[in-house]
């Protein structure tokens, strides 16, 4: 079984509070090698409001968390009983386990957020091999040279007309090989 990525439906405005309490309760019951990532999709937006440019965080789906895990019985039932959560997205009720996203629904909320499918913390590192999959570059096996963190960017060593070349492309145009 593969780590996927599901929505979880939340009562709205407590988003941040089941994130903690989901990431608590999997830690607490040993279910790290499971429950994995757990992310409340927001955006920047600026609003001018009296002529005045802010930068604010709004919640790109009110009500919802997404969260990156492996579905197994017991997962799904620390999810499903964590306080706030009232199910699954893609569940048809009655203790069915509900549809994962698909890696391009993931990809485009991810990427929103300036973020990838891959936990940079825990799976990136120089040396690593990794797929191109967006970009001038799309297509192509690279090596990371080195991380950027901080502007989202890394740069690659691919193979271009049989010369080693470095190459600099955003996190979310990169799996894991």
Request: no cysteine; hydrophobic share 35%; proline share 2%.
């Given at each position: 079984?593969?780590?996927?990525?599901?929505?979880?439906?939340?009562?709205?405005?407590?988003?941040?509070?089941?994130?903690?309490?989901?990431?608590?309760?999997?830690?607490?019951?040993?279910?790290?090698?499971?429950?994995?990532?757990?992310?409340?999709?927001?955006?920047?937006?600026?609003?001018?409001?009296?002529?005045?440019q802010k930068e604010k965080i709004k919640k790109m789906f009110p009500g919802y968390i997404i969260v990156e895990m492996i579905m197994t019985d017991e997962a799904w039932y620390i999810v499903r009983n964590t306080p706030g959560v009232t199910g699954f997205i893609g569940s048809s009720g009655k203790g069915a386990k509900p549809t994962p996203l698909q890696p391009y629904e993931v990809d485009k909320i991810l990427a929103n957020m300036g973020m990838s499918r891959m936990d940079v913390d825990k799976e990136l590192k120089e040396g690593i091999k990794v797929n191109i999959i967006d970009g001038p570059f799309k297509g192509m096996t690279g090596v990371v040279d080195s991380l950027d963190l901080p502007n989202n960017k890394i740069n690659l060593i691919v193979d271009l007309f049989g010369q080693e070349t470095s190459v600099e492309v955003e996190l979310s145009q990169i799996q894991k090989a």
């Open positions: 079984m593969e780590k996927q990525w599901y929505v979880v439906n939340t009562y709205s405005g407590h988003e941040n509070k089941v994130k903690e309490k989901l990431e608590m309760r999997a830690e607490s019951m040993g279910m790290e090698d499971y429950i994995f990532r757990i992310i409340v999709p927001e955006e920047k937006v600026i609003e001018v409001k009296d002529g005045v």
